[in-house]
């Protein structure tokens, strides 16, 4: 892996905090920083718990509006809405 050098600023505790790590377990402070911004990376994609909550319980929500009724009442419903929709615009002018 090419490395290339970069400089950043940080506050005096995050720099305390980086070298203590990085001396507890006995590696680079590059590496310690590498791996840091690797496991932020990974961890962006995901959800926090309460956005996991908050797409289950609308999840749910929108499982309860799911109208029971026979598969065939269904389709007979989906059929009317593509012959209207075949059949053209309003029948009667808008004012």
Do not use: C, N, W
């Not at 496991?39 to 929500?61: I, N, P, Q, S, V």
């Amino acid at each position: 892996m090419s490395m290339v050098k970069v400089t950043f600023t940080f506050d005096s505790q995050t720099v305390e905090t980086l070298r203590r790590t990085a001396s507890r377990l006995k590696r680079p402070q590059s590496v310690i920083v590498r791996e840091a911004i690797q496991e932020y990376a990974a961890r962006t994609g995901r959800l926090t718990e309460e956005e996991r909550l908050h797409m289950l319980k609308l999840f749910d929500r929108m499982i309860a509006r799911i109208p029971s009724r026979p598969q065939e009442e269904a389709e007979a419903e989906i059929a009317e809405i593509r012959a209207a929709r075949r059949s053209g615009g309003r029948r009667t002018r808008l004012e």
